[in-house]
């Protein structure tokens, strides 16, 4: 997937949370780009101070929290197409909570 593409498929997510405005939607689009990652490399790690959203363009990710004991524990699953990220930490300016 080109960044043009990306900037294509996300357009129309964006506009569903009523940045439908040229500015608004712009402001959003210019922060926007792409990235490849491997498998078992990770979006974000907890603790980390994030406030960026993903779309994932294929494949599957896996948000979990880590217990004090080291056990993991599943926070959800994403799939193709679906929107993540630390969304709660990033609006009140907080780590993120989970990996």
């Known amino acids: 997937m080109s960044e ?3 900037k294509d498929r996300i357009t129309p997510w964006l506009q569903r949370w009523s940045l439908s405005g040229m500015e608004q939607l712009q402001g959003w689009l210019s922060a926007v780009s792409l990235r490849h990652l491997a498998p078992e490399e990770f ?3 907890a ?3 994030r406030d960026t959203l993903f779309l994932l ?9 880590t217990m004090p004991d080291g056990r993991e524990r599943n926070k959800a699953f994403y799939r193709e197409g679906q929107v ?3 969304v709660s930490a990033a ?3 907080v780590p993120a909570p989970f990996s």
């Not at 363009?57 to 929290?65: H, T």
């Open 43 to 45: 979006l974000l790690h």
């Open 4 to 6: 043009p593409e990306l």
């Open 57 to 65: 363009a294929s494949g599957l990710v896996r948000f979990f929290y």
């Open 84 to 86: 993540m990220g630390p």
């Open 91 to 93: 609006m009140r300016s």
């Open 47 to 49: 603790g980390e101070d």
